[in-house]
């Protein structure tokens, strides 16, 4: 079955950099654009970045953009997030979640969620 | 705010009906028949229930239903069950060049 586990999360000062894995499994990792998502403490989903099946096409939400990039390893089935220059208001539940396509075409959704891991950005 | 509006919240008792309405642009939700649905209990990740405005994925109760008018598409549970009380969030493709996937603010569903 079609796993998604992410790690890396934790407390980090306001400034400070952290970096997300996303382990997967149960599905062909290579074919598959993989995004991340986020959800503030009581509040919606917000779309964060996304990457396509090979690495060559990437994307991210204007409120992250140039702090925030998505990557991949195909050879270790594993996404990445590398959060630099980190604020208060990116603190939220992360989640990759998968695409049901390889290129975040129109008419691609996600259609499975990781569980998340906690970033809490706090001096 | 939220690219796609949703109510806040809605609610009925068991073995009744509900829906739930997702209003977006031309851009999104009134441009494509590519929106989606997602079950959210608490502390625990979205579910997929509904994609491509009406079709459920493998395993979702065929109570989940979803249809489109417009600018504004639909969730609809038929024959609430205690267990189907969760958010619920739509999502839709947009033309936009950034975000590449919108979700609605999320609406809380109580099962009374």
């Known amino acids: 079955q079609v796993q998604l586990v992410e790690s890396g999360g934790g407390v980090v000062q306001p400034g400070r950099s952290l970096r997300l894995s996303c382990a997967a499994s149960?599905?062909?990792?290579?074919?598959?654009?993989i995004h991340w998502v986020r959800q503030a403490p009581g509040k919606g989903l917000e779309w964060v970045a996304v990457?396509?099946?090979?690495?060559?096409?990437?994307d991210n939400a204007d409120s992250v953009k140039g702090r925030f990039t998505i990557s991949r390893d195909n050879s270790k089935n594993t996404l990445y997030l590398q959060m630099n220059s980190l604020r208060a208001d990116d603190t939220a539940v992360y989640y990759c979640?998968?695409?049901?396509?390889?290129?975040?075409?129109?008419?691609?959704?996600?259609?499975?969620w990781g569980q998340g891991t906690l970033v809490t950005v706090s001096s | 705010q939220s690219a796609l509006t949703q109510p806040a919240s809605v609610s009925g008792s068991p073995g009744q009906s509900i829906t739930i309405s997702c209003t977006g642009t031309?851009?999104?939700?009134?441009?494509?028949?590519?929106v989606s649905w997602y079950q959210q209990h608490p502390g625990k990740a979205p579910k997929l229930m509904i994609y491509?405005?009406?079709s459920r994925p493998s395993g979702v109760s065929n109570r989940f239903s979803g249809s489109k008018s417009g600018n504004r598409a639909s969730l609809t549970i038929s024959g609430l069950q205690a267990e189907d009380e969760a958010d619920y969030y739509c999502s839709s493709y947009t033309s936009r060049s950034t975000p590449h996937v919108v979700f609605g603010g999320g609406t809380k569903l109580t099962v009374l």
């Open positions: 491509d405005v009406t």
């Open positions: 149960g599905f062909t990792f290579s074919s598959y654009a």
């Open positions: 031309s851009s999104d939700v009134g441009g494509y028949n590519y």
């Open positions: 990457i396509s099946y090979d690495g060559s096409s990437k």
């Open positions: 979640a998968r695409d049901v396509g390889c290129c975040y075409a129109p008419g691609g959704y996600i259609d499975y």
